[in-house]
């Protein structure tokens, strides 16, 4: 199946290089382009697109705010963002993954690599770059921000034990085949952890149980979930 992708930049040179990439793979296609946020949210909405590419600096509506109103956006369930910058920096790793990103890469990133995290976000899978370790996320997303995370407690009580010990181990960076081996199960039934613990706890992908695992203290920084 056709991955369906928007490119959302502002800069021509940097969109006609974008587009021809992307088509060049068989199983992705350009659907539309946006010069802005408030027309990327409108686009997200018009061309049905699997995969928003979103640049973060952008005139009338940056980027990181268009993410959120397309994550935000009920009748785009299943729309993934994949922030794209020359500006990666701790600040901004941390506002795209609390503004629903799924992934966030550098644009010095290379070809094959950009052409592969469309592939992941698209399936629902967190995509971070190397600069956005797993430590960084962790000291950052531990800190409290304000009410938007109140009901995360009661919504992990929802979880069984062995959800919870996947939750963690999403939250640690490990894909379904690594939790699998860590636990003596099978790819599917890790997968069908992770699909339940997203579904009970809201989350639209594995970035948002990241964010979610650090910001209830089911994982903290100076507890490593890998252990």
């Excluded at 990666?88 to 644009?107: H, I, N, T």
């Excluded at 967190?126 to 997303?141: D, E, H, M, N, Y």
């Excluded at 860590?182 to 970035?207: C, E, F, I, Q």
């Amino acid at each position: 199946m056709t991955i369906r992708v928007l490119l959302a930049d502002d800069q021509n040179l940097i969109r006609a290089g974008f587009r021809v990439l992307v088509d060049s793979a068989p199983d992705l296609e350009v659907v539309g382009e946006a010069t802005t946020g408030v027309e990327a949210v409108a686009l997200a909405r018009t061309t049905r697109a699997d995969v928003v590419l979103m640049d973060i600096r952008m005139p009338e509506l940056d980027g990181l705010e268009a993410t959120r109103q397309i994550t935000e956006d009920e009748s785009l369930v299943g729309v993934r963002v994949l922030i794209l910058t020359t500006f990666e920096v701790d600040e901004y790793v941390l506002q795209a993954l609390r503004a629903g990103a799924s992934g966030f890469l550098g644009k010095g990133v290379d070809p094959a690599e950009l052409l592969d995290a469309i592939r992941v976000v698209a399936r629902g899978d967190a995509l971070l770059s190397p600069v956005a370790t797993k430590g960084l996320i962790a000291r950052f997303l531990s800190q409290p921000e304000d009410s938007a995370t109140a009901n995360v407690p009661i919504q992990l009580e929802t979880l069984t034990e062995r959800e919870r010990e996947v939750l963690m181990l999403v939250a640690a960076g490990l894909s379904n085949d690594a939790i699998a081996e860590r636990l003596v199960v099978s790819p599917l039934t890790a997968k069908t952890h992770v699909n339940r613990a997203m579904a009970k706890l809201g989350a639209r992908d594995r970035a948002q149980l990241v964010v979610i695992a650090y910001q209830s203290g089911l994982v903290r920084p100076s507890e490593p979930p890998s252990r």
